[in-house]
């Protein structure tokens, strides 16, 4: 179990106007850390409470099953595995259609402190009498703030404040944001997490002012969930402080030039403390403790084990045998590389090759011949289509013609031509006369005599 180097206290209440707490909070310590947790559920009574209670057990099951070296990776991969059991609740049980939650979690391993998000319950840092959000919300109305769409106090009484860009357990996929910085926290240092209950009623100054109060943990938390319900208390409120009790004690000697984590990138104001430490990345030590590991290393020992390397060399030699057999089948039967300073020549020997090696490559591929034949019928069926349309356009101009240039001693030579009469065509057109038949779009030359014609 970890050292503790905190204190903290928490409080989750219904609100003042639903009737039920959706919300679900969760601390838990295991081998890789402590874990505070704030899920805000939605999607109906049954739905929301669900998928709150679901994500925050997953991420405890997620972290008290393995030892992780990485815990902002972990993170991700614990929220998204939540995301899944969710999704999937939600899938087998028609009642929880549609159900979700926003979460934020917090985790302190080694003095550090580490996050991740989705969805608007937040997390702040209450630092040297300053407070700093640490998340930016997935909603409707941040990304208009982001935009320059709209300012942060017109967000705040924005009509699609509620109305979220993520959440967990909604899809089979869920994009989480993790922390960029880590940060080595020092004493007084205090973390608040919190559904959107408390920072929808509460302002970031209101939250400040009771955070400054001289006050016990657990004292703030009621009186933060008190004040948002005299503020209406339209929604569940959940809070959860993690105040840090003493500074982290590390071996790693102080640069003179160098940010403490503890600050990051974000924009505090204050004096930088100059006993702080910067923080050596993980992936650093990680690099030194395998150069230790090589320098310090008896080849003869059977603890080494070659076969990692054994397997690469195999692989690359594959790979070399693969090549040369692909060159001796086009370039080297060629040695195209050897010009022979004749133009001609070498731009035949190579139009030469370049059509073996897509012969070879086209022969041995069952793919590409399918394309292929796929691709001539097709071509056969385009020009056989376009001689037809050709043709119909060729009847069409001569039929215009005919039709233009009709005469009723056009007719007579039409009647004879066919074997019929100029009295039968007029009776199988329904006409009187024969310059009725000028200018029609069809017209009809019977070969026998029609019913009712001389």
Same mark, same amino acid.
């Given at each position: 179990?970890?050292?503790?180097?905190?204190?903290?206290?928490?409080?989750?209440?219904?609100?003042?106007?639903?009737?039920?707490?959706?919300?679900?909070?969760?601390?838990?310590?295991?081998?890789?850390?402590?874990?505070?947790?704030?899920?805000?559920?939605?999607?109906?009574?049954?739905?929301?409470?669900?998928?709150?209670?679901?994500? $925050?057990?997953?991420?405890?099951?997620?972290?008290?099953?393995?030892?992780?070296?990485?815990?902002?990776? &972990?993170?991700?991969?614990?929220?998204?595995?939540?995301?899944?059991?969710?999704?999937?609740?939600?899938?087998?049980?028609?009642?929880?259609?549609?159900?979700?939650?926003?979460? $934020?979690?917090?985790?302190?391993?080694?003095?550090?402190?580490? #996050?991740?998000? $989705?969805?608007?319950?937040?997390? #702040?840092?209450?630092?040297?009498?300053?407070? $700093?959000?640490?998340?930016?919300?997935?909603?409707?109305?941040?990304?208009?703030? &982001?935009?320059?769409?709209?300012?942060?106090?017109?967000?705040?009484?924005?009509?699609?404040?509620?109305?979220?860009?993520?959440?967990?357990?909604?899809?089979?996929?869920?994009?989480?944001?993790?922390?960029?910085?880590?940060?080595?926290? /020092?004493?007084?240092?205090?973390?608040?997490?919190?559904?959107?209950?408390?920072?929808?009623?509460?302002?970031?100054?209101?939250?400040?002012?009771?955070?400054?109060?001289?006050?016990?943990?657990?004292?703030?938390?009621?009186?933060?969930?008190?004040?948002?319900?005299?503020?209406?208390?339209?929604?569940?409120?959940?809070?959860?402080?993690?105040?840090?009790?003493?500074?982290?004690?590390?071996?790693?000697?102080?640069?003179?030039?160098?940010?403490?984590?503890?600050?990051?990138?974000?924009?505090?104001?204050?004096?930088?403390?100059?006993?702080?430490? !910067?923080?050596?990345?993980?992936?650093?030590?990680?690099?030194?403790?395998?150069?230790?590991?090589?320098?310090?290393?008896?080849?003869?020992?059977?603890?080494?084990?070659?076969?990692?390397?054994?397997?690469?060399?195999?692989?690359?030699?594959?790979?070399?045998?693969?090549? #040369?057999?692909?060159?001796?089948?086009?370039?080297?039967?060629? /040695?195209?590389?050897?010009?022979?300073?004749?133009? /001609?020549?070498?731009?035949?020997? &190579?139009?030469?090759?370049?059509?073996?090696?897509?012969?070879?490559?086209?022969?041995?591929?069952?793919?590409?011949?399918?394309?292929?034949?796929?691709?001539?019928?097709?071509?056969?069926?385009?020009? !056989?289509?376009?001689?037809?349309?050709?043709?119909?356009?060729?009847?069409?101009?001569?039929?215009?013609?005919?039709?233009?240039?009709?005469?009723?001693?056009?007719?007579?030579?039409? &009647?004879?031509?066919?074997?019929?009469?100029?009295?039968?065509?007029?009776?199988?057109?329904?006409?009187?006369?024969?310059?009725?038949?000028?200018?029609?779009?069809?017209?009809?030359?019977?070969?026998?005599?029609?019913?009712?014609?001389?």
């Amino acid at each position: 179990m970890p050292t503790q180097n905190f204190r903290f206290g928490n409080h989750t209440d219904i609100g003042k106007v639903r009737t039920q707490n959706e919300d679900y909070m969760g601390f838990f310590e295991n081998q890789n850390g402590s874990f505070f947790v704030v899920c805000d559920g939605m999607g109906g009574h049954a739905g929301g409470a669900t998928a709150s209670q679901t994500t $925050v057990q997953s991420i405890k099951d997620f972290f008290s099953q393995d030892t992780f070296t990485d815990t902002k990776q &972990a993170l991700y991969q614990a929220i998204t595995q939540a995301n899944l059991k969710v999704y999937e609740k939600a899938l087998n049980d028609r009642s929880l259609s549609g159900m979700g939650t926003t979460c $934020v979690v917090l985790a302190i391993k080694d003095n550090k402190i580490y #996050y991740a998000h $989705v969805g608007d319950s937040r997390l #702040y840092m209450y630092m040297n009498g300053e407070l $700093v959000r640490l998340t930016q919300d997935h909603s409707v109305v941040q990304n208009l703030v &982001a935009q320059g769409i709209i300012t942060e106090e017109e967000a705040e009484t924005h009509p699609r404040r509620n109305e979220l860009m993520r959440a967990v357990g909604t899809s089979s996929f869920v994009d989480v944001e993790v922390c960029k910085d880590i940060y080595i926290p /020092k004493k007084g240092d205090t973390f608040l997490l919190c559904s959107d209950g408390l920072c929808g009623l509460l302002s970031d100054a209101g939250i400040k002012e009771i955070l400054e109060k001289p006050i016990d943990l657990q004292r703030k938390c009621l009186q933060l969930v008190e004040t948002a319900n005299a503020l209406g208390g339209y929604d569940n409120i959940t809070v959860q402080l993690i105040e840090i009790t003493k500074n982290a004690d590390f071996s790693v000697p102080i640069e003179d030039d160098f940010v403490p984590a503890s600050i990051g990138k974000t924009a505090i104001k204050g004096k930088i403390d100059a006993q702080a430490i !910067e923080e050596i990345p993980e992936k650093t030590i990680k690099r030194r403790q395998q150069i230790d590991t090589i320098i310090n290393m008896d080849t003869d020992s059977e603890s080494f084990d070659f076969a990692p390397y054994l397997t690469k060399i195999f692989i690359g030699l594959l790979i070399c045998v693969g090549v #040369y057999v692909l060159y001796e089948k086009t370039l080297g039967k060629y /040695k195209i590389f050897g010009t022979t300073g004749d133009i /001609k020549g070498d731009s035949v020997k &190579a139009i030469g090759l370049q059509n073996q090696f897509y012969g070879y490559v086209y022969n041995s591929s069952p793919a590409l011949q399918n394309a292929k034949k796929n691709y001539d019928v097709v071509k056969k069926e385009i020009n !056989e289509l376009r001689e037809l349309k050709n043709e119909l356009l060729k009847r069409k101009t001569e039929f215009e013609t005919i039709r233009n240039s009709l005469s009723e001693e056009k007719i007579t030579e039409m &009647a004879k031509r066919y074997g019929s009469k100029v009295e039968w065509i007029l009776k199988a057109n329904q006409v009187q006369k024969t310059s009725d038949l000028i200018g029609r779009d069809s017209l009809i030359v019977p070969k026998e005599r029609p019913a009712g014609a001389e």
